[in-house]
């Protein structure tokens, strides 16, 4: 996959794993310059907090309209 360059990377905040989706954006921004939202079955405030911690470009709550998903892609990658 050499020269392949990702325009944006979608997480689920809980995945199967030692590592959450949190921890991957992480290790995502400090390798990559690239907007990463979030898309997850939690809003609870502990999750919300830790996510916020990392500045995602979206936070997307399932279940979703395609719509949605579609509108939050397009906004994060026009920050960038």
């Known amino acids: ?8 990377v979608l997480i689920d905040i809980f995945l199967a794993g030692k590592m ?8 995502v921004a400090a ?3 690239v907007p990463f939202p ?4 939690y809003s609870n405030k502990e999750v919300l907090e830790r ?3 990392t ?3 979206g936070y997307i709550v399932k ?3 395609e719509s949605r998903l579609k509108v939050a ?3 994060a990658l026009a920050k960038e």
């Open 1 to 8: 996959m050499e020269g392949l360059k990702v325009a944006l």
């Open 20 to 27: 959450d989706g949190i921890e991957l954006s992480q290790e």
């Open 31 to 33: 390798c990559h310059q």
């Open 38 to 41: 979030y898309i997850t079955a």
């Open 51 to 53: 996510a916020k911690g």
């Open 55 to 57: 500045h995602p470009s």
């Open 63 to 65: 279940p979703f309209r």
């Open 73 to 75: 892609v397009e906004l």
